[in-house]
Every structure is written in C-alpha cells, then in structure tokens.
C-alpha cells in the first residue's frame, strides 16, 4: 500500500469539498451583493420618502385661495365642513378655550368645576364618593384655525404613587361661534377602606403636536358620601 498514493474515494471527497466550499462562497457573495442592493434600495427609498412640505398659510388664507374655482370651492367645504368665518383668524396656531368642566352622576345635580386661568385649583377640588358611576363633561371652543388630535390625558396619585393613568381621544375640530361638548366615557369610583382618602392629579388637553391647551393640577378625595 503506496501512502503517497490516494484512493479514487478520497479523490472524489477532495473534489466535493473543493466544490461545497466554492458553492458556501457563491453563496456569501451573492448575500452579500443582495444586502448592498437592498440598503441601497431602502437609501432611495428613504430619501423618496422625504416629502418637501410647501409653506404653510392660514386657514382663512386656504379658504380664499382660489375661490373663484367652482369645484375646489366644494370641494373645500366638504374637507373643511361647517366653518364659522366669524372665527377664522389670521394665524396658523389655533385657539381653544375651555369653558367649563362638570363631573355627571346619575340621579344627583351635576358637579360643575371653576377652571382657574393658572390652572391650579386651590384645596380641595372635588370629591366623589366610593363605587359611583360618573362622567367628566366639557365645553370648549375653537378659534382661528382647525385643532388637529385633540386629546386629553389624565394621571392620578396617591400618597404619591401612580395609582392611575388615562388618556383619550376627542377628535379634530373647526373654528365655530357655537361652543363644542364632549363627554367622556363613565367610570366606577374605586370603594373600600383603602380606595378611600385624598388623591392629588394633572389633566392635559393637547393636540397631535403635543401643543398643550389646558393643565390642571389638583387635588380630589374619595369618600363614603357626596360632599354636601
């Protein structure tokens, strides 16, 4: 038996690996090029994606821009929907006011709450009383321009731990005279020895541009009772 001498077998394995490894490498390239081409593709695709915004103006100035156009004219009033002229300003910012917030329950008198200017009301705010049913109502107008998102969040503390956290959408709205009215949906009032006592909180109304319009920080009891 020659050892320099290699049997047709271990030819035939030389052959294969020499074969396998140029197919692993065929296959590392062509991986390869088709992540370049991908990353390319998704560069163009990013920079495709960048849309150049033209300048903004103002809704009054959107409204009498080509007013003498029939049918961008409809086609305006349906986008925009009841506009009110009167309160259509000169600035792209809107402007909403919140006219009053009022806690309903079922079978008692509305709770209706003074909104302070600095939005800090002093002591006590409210108190509702354990296992009630109860919505949160509010008026608001809109001003100037059209407010995009509006939504409100609400976070709640005691003794200074997070026992609450909640935040919803109201919707987009267009300038009017006529103030808007929105309630929420019902909540249950936490009961029981330890749902009961002081609670301190901040509500936020804002819009999809995190623009805030309102922020309160108050405080509010939970108890046996309705305050008298």
């Known amino acids: 038996m020659g050892g320099g001498e290699k049997s ?29 081409s991908a990353a390319e593709e998704e560069e163009d695709e990013e920079g495709s994606s960048k849309i150049q915004l033209g ?6 100035e959107q409204i009498e821009k080509d007013k003498d156009d029939e049918s961008l004219r409809r086609w305006k009033e349906q986008l925009l929907g009841a506009v009110d002229f009167e309160n259509v300003g000169e600035t792209l910012e809107p402007e909403v006011k919140f006219i009053q917030l009022s806690i309903l329950s079922p079978g008692r008198p509305d709770i209706v709450l003074d909104i302070p200017e600095d939005g800090k009301p002093k002591g006590l ?19 100037n321009n059209i ?12 003794t200074g731990v997070k026992v609450d956290s909640t935040k919803e959408m109201i919707g987009t709205f267009s300038p009017q005279q006529e103030p808007y009215i929105h309630v929420m949906p019902e909540e249950t009032t936490p009961s029981g020895m330890f749902a009961r006592g002081s609670y301190s909180a901040r509500s936020k109304f804002l819009d999809d541009d995190n623009k805030c319009y309102l922020e309160i920080n108050y405080t509010f009891d939970i108890r046996k009772e309705w305050a008298k």
């Open 125 to 143: 705010w409210f108190t509702l009383k354990e296992g009630s049913r109860h919505n949160l109502k509010f008026s608001f107008q809109v001003k």
């Open 147 to 158: 407010v995009s998102g509006l939504k409100y969040t609400n976070t709640v503390w005691k």
């Open 8 to 36: 047709d077998k271990e030819t035939k394995k030389e052959n294969q690996g020499d074969t396998d490894n140029e197919g692993v490498e065929g296959i590392g390239r062509q991986m390869s090029e088709t992540s370049v």
């Open 55 to 60: 300048p903004q103006c103002t809704l009054k």
